[in-house]
């Protein structure tokens, strides 16, 4: 690799770009650890323990009579079983790749060395959610059942308070992963590895990899939990309802503790998974966009220096989802309604907590961010917040206005069952696909407004550091949006255990209200996970870019070569990058000003600055070769100053439509779409098989079943729907983390773009019609079990019957799985991205492709 | 173990011998001991001293014993066809309604000698010998006696039949909840009927769909000749939901 030595040209008026190297600027002997750091492992601390305290409370609770304590123990022992079976694949999944990034880290030194580190403790803190979570709703549900023979409002506290240990579990472990790891980067680990201490830049950029760790979690538990639920479901529904004539919920169907399991795994875990990525992805990429936001567009006014700014932008986005929590708690404390509340009441007495937890943020957003950022900034981020809730809400009452029996779009569903299955079919999906209306036109508006309120049309990095505040506006809220989501599952669940356990009707009828009302709470929910999802894309996207500057980075400081005696050297990276090593006066160096990777030509130098001053230097890309400014007249007036921004890496990597490799990007992100919805309805296709087949097989075997004098075997259903899950969610999942990785190897950066944008685009898109399709069509086919249109057993009801088929797993596995595939697929190209750079230009001038 | 004899009267008749309890052979009839068979049963229960050699009952001990191994026989054939006409009406018993999966709902019967206050139309579903849905101006009575006349030219012996919902809202459609196939074509019979005074009754479905079926039951089931009638009054639903709900849950799905 040639040496390329620097010469020291003259400096003159700017006319183009230069490069974007920042050094610290703050001794490392005199970094104190921020006193606002205090507030996010306190926050989070305060999360654990009070779900804890719910949890204990949950526990202190009557778990009903012996019959009702056997079903819940059944319903524990199948969610327990496929957890171990679940965390057993994803070990091995984690060792693998952990084992992957270790070489790239270690070996082709592309990556931090401490991202597989990050990497695991993500997927194991997300994990851990998912498991409290499921541990507590499993534990609730007869518990739930048994408050709901006192009173409505005791069966209420019970199943929201259980839905509250996950909402505050989730919260809790993601805040004080976050809050911890920031705390070892920035204050030990040069202390303990030598060194200078990390940049926040570098600090931001780590922590963002553990949510690719996260992401690989999610998407596990909602894969699989999707498929386990909707394979039980089916078998049960199939084989039990259809076949035998068996009502839901009935004891003699051997697959009735698997449905109730599913509900679990699926809504629980699955959910707790995807949003603990969601919430903790928002934060993280937003951290990582305000230390950019400075490094690219400068220090703003009202800083002293490019640290502190760094520093109060990074802040923000912790902070405000620290206090969230604690307003989140105070909305859970709101929730409690009178005995024979009407669904109005009960309605009401959900909102009341999260609408009071969203009010609650905007104020504590209006006190809190002026005080740590400018003003002149401060308050176009309090609007971003504002917005991110709002649109979070609109979100979610559109979801509610598609799916709920009460509004037109369900009610015409209903009505088209008269006409047989085909009309209702396709009213359901014309249903889903009008209700994306309202979340992409929220999600554009609100992208649009936050990013002009932070000044985004002015200064790009500043208002994507807005998107990305809306985002954490939209999740501040989790703690108790969670909640009123597990809670849905908790009641269902309970109202089964009702059922199973013959308990009175008035019972039964307070478990149904609680059910019904959780229908709701939980589309209003996945309406929430799908906004937050594409809001959050907008600022992975953006720290992607970050992503690949810092993997150009590593490049170059894995090969600079020092010269005796030498100011600076550069080393031809090839491809037009060149590394550059800067001595410091003490004889060390700093990485973080080692690189160059924009080419100067004739009208174009690029530069790097340290401690935010020009150096002077100008290196020619093409073949190495070196010139002195002062022999070409051009020169003198080729001076850059401003650092380079996102779109000189756009530029760089020719990121622009004309260029097919982001198009051929933008057509696999939607490919990638389809094939992953395509995978994981097929996968719940014969995941139900085998299940249907084990059901007959009892039925056939057992006589004694149905006389009910035998007891089925609840165990092997539980198995086999687990081991089915577990074997299908492996392909689509692999396919997720794959292929931007492929991508990214054979079509470079640009193609990456266009992966994510395509995946984003069409993955928003679709999951919102199939989450709304599969939702309108349950709905429809509930509001016909309420005696409309000839009620149970007529033929609108067997039409509504297959539209909630077709709907399962459009609503319960394929749908809810692509928010996770765009956040994991944009999170893998983070992780990655260092490989990408170094690799992908070589692997595309040998197949000819250019760089 | 005593021996029991149920009259199985829906849409088929055959008198069965059994040692099982009612609900017993509600749920052995209707799911069998290894679950191939699924579908309503709908069977009387008749008087266990009644006895008849037209229908073999004499050999009712003889036939109607334990398996070897001591399990109760749960089934014996005593008769087909034509079967329910030539069983005195005395002897009927309690009328059991069997769901799909076996839960069986057990309803009394008593004399019934009344002219609804209702006017009408009304609409049966025929059960045996027959089995066409119909409706009709005349009142449970007058449709048992016009149907079992032997001076008329179209009459069957005896006949068993619920009388089924027709309740209409304010703009003459058949309610919502009730689950018939075709509900304009009902409406139109019904419309026909009220049109036409002369016309007793018009066919509506010559071998209709027992979907739901037991959603559709109003007052309860006819049983009757040119003799007497008996009535077996359906509980109301909040009755059924109340104090029948696994029954009315099995019932509620087809």
Redesign the interface.
């Known amino acids: 690799m040639p040496i390329a030595h620097i010469f020291d040209p003259h400096v003159g008026p700017s006319s183009s770009f230069s490069l974007f190297a920042v050094a610290d600027g703050i001794d490392s002997a005199a970094r104190a650890l921020p006193a606002w750091w205090h507030v996010t492992w306190i926050c989070a601390v305060i999360a654990l323990v009070s779900a804890m305290g719910f949890y204990r409370w949950i526990m202190a609770q009557s778990e009903g009579n012996e019959r009702m304590q056997e079903i819940a123990q059944y319903v524990r022992d199948g969610a327990y079983a496929y957890l171990r079976r679940q965390y057993r694949v994803v070990a091995i999944f984690f060792v693998v790749v952990s084992a992957l990034l270790a070489v790239m880290a270690f070996g082709l030194h592309v990556q931090h060395p401490l991202v597989p580190f990050a990497f695991l403790t993500g997927g194991f803190f997300s994990g851990l959610a998912g498991f409290f979570g499921m541990k507590t709703a499993t534990s609730a549900s007869a518990r739930t059942a048994q408050g709901a023979s006192h009173s409505l409002d005791q069966g209420l506290k019970i199943a929201f308070r259980a839905g509250s240990v996950m909402g505050l579990t989730v919260v809790g472990l993601a805040m004080l992963d976050i809050s911890l790891w920031f705390l070892y980067l920035y204050k030990f680990h040069h202390v303990l590895f030598g060194g200078e201490p990390m940049s926040l830049e570098t600090i931001t950029v780590v922590m963002l990899c553990f949510g690719m760790g996260a992401s690989s979690q999610a998407l596990f538990a909602r894969v699989g939990g999707g498929i386990y639920t909707k394979a039980a479901d089916v078998g049960a529904d199939l084989v039990g309802?259809v076949?035998?004539?068996?009502?839901e919920d009935?004891p003699?169907n051997p697959a009735t503790i698997a449905d109730n399991v599913g509900d679990n795994v699926g809504d629980v875990a699955g959910m707790g998974a995807d949003l603990y990525e969601s919430y903790a992805g928002s934060i993280l990429a937003t951290m990582a966009l305000g230390v950019a936001a400075v490094s690219f567009g400068g220090v703003p006014e009202g800083f002293d220096n490019a640290f502190s700014a760094q520093l109060a932008f990074l802040s923000a986005p912790m902070v405000l989802a620290s206090l969230g929590i604690l307003l989140s708690l105070a909305g859970i404390f709101l929730v409690t309604t009178k005995e024979g509340a009407s669904m109005k009441e009960l309605m009401w007495a959900l909102n009341k907590g999260i609408w009071g937890s969203s009010a609650l943020v905007v104020v504590v957003a209006m006190v809190i961010l002026p005080m740590l950022l400018p003003a002149s900034i401060a308050w176009g981020v309090v609007a971003a917040v504002t917005i991110g809730l709002v649109v979070g809400l609109i979100i979610g009452y559109g979801t509610e206005y598609y799916t709920s029996a009460e509004y037109k779009p369900t009610k015409g569903i209903a009505d088209q069952a008269v006409s047989g299955t085909g009309p209702l079919i396709i009213d359901g999906i014309a249903a889903g696909l009008m209700s994306a209306w309202i979340p992409i036109t929220a999600v554009c508006i609100g992208m649009m407004v936050s990013f002009g309120m932070c000044d985004g049309f002015d200064n790009l990095a500043m208002g994507l550091y807005g998107v990305g505040m809306a985002s954490v506006g939209m999740l501040s809220t989790l703690g108790i949006t969670l909640a009123t989501d597990a809670y849905g599952p908790i009641a269902d669940n309970a109202g089964g255990n009702a059922e199973m356990a013959?308990l009175p009707?008035e019972v039964?009828e307070r478990t149904d209200a609680l059910d019904s009302l959780g229908n709701t709470t939980a589309a209003v929910g996945k309406g929430f996970a799908i906004g937050s999802a594409a809001l959050t894309s907008l600022a992975l996207l953006a720290a992607y870019v970050e992503e690949v500057r810092v993997g150009i980075h590593r490049e170059a400081a894995a090969v600079y070569q020092v010269e005796e005696g030498a100011g600076y050297t550069a080393v031809d990276l090839g491809f037009g990058k060149y590394g550059l090593y800067v001595a410091g006066a003490d004889g060390s160096h700093r990485e973080n000003y080692t690189i160059s990777t924009l080419r100067s030509n004739a009208e174009h130098a690029v530069e790097v600055l340290v401690d935010g001053k020009p150096v002077d230097m100008i290196i020619n890309h093409l073949g190495g070769s070196v010139r002195q400014a002062t022999d070409d007249p051009l020169i003198s007036q080729l001076v850059a100053t401003t650092p380079a921004g996102l779109f000189d890496f756009m530029d760089y990597y020719q990121v622009t439509l004309m260029n097919p490799k982001v198009l051929v990007g933008i057509f696999a992100g939607v490919l990638m779409v389809f094939v992953f919805g395509a995978m994981t309805m097929k996968a719940v296709g014969r995941a139900a098989m085998a299940m249907v087949m084990e059901v007959?097989r009892q039925?056939?075997?057992m006589?004694g079943?149905?006389?009910g004098t035998t007891t089925p075997d609840y165990a092997r259903c539980v198995a086999i729907s687990t081991a089915g899950a577990q074997r299908e969610m492996i392909r689509p999942s692999l396919l997720a983390v794959l292929a931007p990785v492929l991508v990214g190897l054979l079509l470079g950066v640009a193609g990456v773009m266009g992966l994510l944008v395509g995946g984003l685009c069409s993955g928003f898109a679709m999951a919102v019609f199939m989450a709304n399709a599969g939702g309108a069509w349950d709905n429809a086919k509930k509001l016909i079990e309420t005696?409309?249109?000839?009620?149970?057993?007529?033929?609108?009801?067997k039409s509504a019957v297959v539209g909630d088929t077709v709907g399962d797993p459009f609503k319960d596995t394929t749908g809810p799985s692509l928010n996770i595939l765009i956040k994991l697929m944009n999170m893998v190209s983070i992780v990655f991205a260092g490989l990408v750079v170094k690799f992908a230009p070589e692997i595309s001038s040998f197949l000819g492709m250019g760089q | 173990m005593d021996i029991h004899l149920y009259l199985m009267c829906y849409r088929t008749e055959a008198l069965v011998a059994s040692q099982l309890e009612a609900e017993e052979f509600g749920s052995y009839m209707a799911v069998g001991t290894r679950k191939k068979t699924f579908g309503n049963v709908v069977f009387f229960e008749i008087d266990p001293t009644f006895r008849s050699t037209e229908m073999h009952l004499e050999q009712v001990e003889a036939k109607c014993k334990p398996h070897p191994d001591g399990t109760p026989r749960r089934s014996k054939y005593m008769s087909l066809y034509r079967v329910m006409e030539r069983v005195p009406l005395s002897a009927y018993g309690k009328l059991h309604l069997t769901t799909r999966d076996g839960r069986v709902l057990s309803l009394d019967g008593r004399d019934f000698d009344e002219d609804f206050s209702s006017e009408g139309p009304f609409m049966y579903a025929e059960l045996c010998p027959l089995t066409s849905r119909v409706v009709s101006h005349l009142n449970p009575k007058a449709f048992t006696q016009r149907i079992t006349d032997p001076a008329t030219t179209v009459h069957v012996p005896r006949i068993f039949f619920a009388d089924t919902q027709v309740e209409l809202d304010k703009d003459g459609r058949l309610a919502s909840y009730l689950p018939y196939a075709n509900p304009s074509h009902i409406e139109d019979c019904l419309r026909e009927v009220e049109e036409l005074p002369n016309k007793l009754g018009k066919t509506v479905d010559r071998n209709p769909p027992l979907q739901a079926f037991y959603r559709t039951i109003a007052t309860g089931f006819y049983l009757g000749d040119s003799t007497g009638i008996r009535f077996y009054p359906y509980p109301d639903v909040a009755t059924l939901d109340a104090e029948h709900h696994t029954w009315w849950r099995s019932a509620s799905m087809g």
Do not use: L, T
Request: net charge positive.
């Open positions: 309802k076949e035998a004539g068996i009502p009935d003699r013959g009707k039964r007959r039925f056939r075997e006589p079943i149905m006389e005696g409309q249109h000839g009620g149970k057993g007529s033929d609108a009801h």
